[in-house]
């Protein structure tokens, strides 16, 4: 069974690293680079964009949720998100990229991380989106389509997630065109080949 989307679909759940600290975004960004993150690790505080050209994931689930982030004030704050969550997932020419306004005598600064171009695509274990929106080209396989969130395999309060709210799970998901913003990203392992993070001065995304 092959289904096939287009539009604003509105998910969740997609990307690499993201904090408002620009300082601990570069650490945990060259910590990538030189493998220093092995383990599981959980970024998030506010949203961010992510573009890539192909995304190729097997055990897919999706379901709603809330994540957890900042409102326009700094306040915490609780956002719906449409989780997308893979076993396995390869993503070519990936691309990430996050604004940090009100930096003392900079304004806003820029972060954008790219992956995934150099003929390696990024390949990750176990990763979690929490997608806010996406655009993009799809393709599913072996498609189950409005069961239960705990027939899908998620636990009683896993991820801020209604055990009995709807959900959809598929063997195999090909998205193509991605570009989506979103607030948190998890995964088991996340091996990103052709590392480049650069600092921009202003606003610069990735779409």
Not at 76 to 96: L, R, W, Y
Request: charged share 20%.
């Amino acid at each position: 069974m092959e289904s096939h989307v287009r539009g604003g679909t509105r998910w969740k759940r997609f990307a690499v690293v993201m904090v408002p600290s620009l300082a601990a975004t570069a650490a945990i960004g060259v910590g990538l680079a030189q493998g220093a993150l092995a383990a599981s690790f959980s970024v998030s505080g506010q949203s961010f964009k992510v573009k890539a050209e192909r995304l190729e994931g097997k055990g897919f689930v999706q379901y709603g949720a809330l994540a957890q982030g900042h409102d326009l004030k700094g306040e915490k704050a609780s956002h719906p998100v449409a989780v997308s969550g893979f076993e396995t997932a390869d993503i070519t020419n990936m691309c990430q990229s996050v604004v940090t306004p009100g930096v003392p005598v900079f304004g806003s600064v820029s972060l954008v991380l790219r992956a995934g171009g150099s003929g390696t695509p990024v390949h990750a274990k176990n990763l979690y989106i929490d997608v806010a929106q996406l655009d993009a080209d799809a393709t599913f396989k072996g498609m189950d389509i409005g069961v239960a969130a705990q027939d899908a395999g998620i636990k009683p309060g896993e991820r801020n997630a209604n055990p009995y709210g709807f959900s959809q799970r598929a063997d195999e998901a090909t998205l193509t065109n991605v570009e989506q913003t979103a607030w948190a990203t998890t995964a088991g392992t996340f091996e990103l080949s052709g590392l480049s993070m650069r600092l921009h001065k202003g606003v610069k995304e990735c779409f």
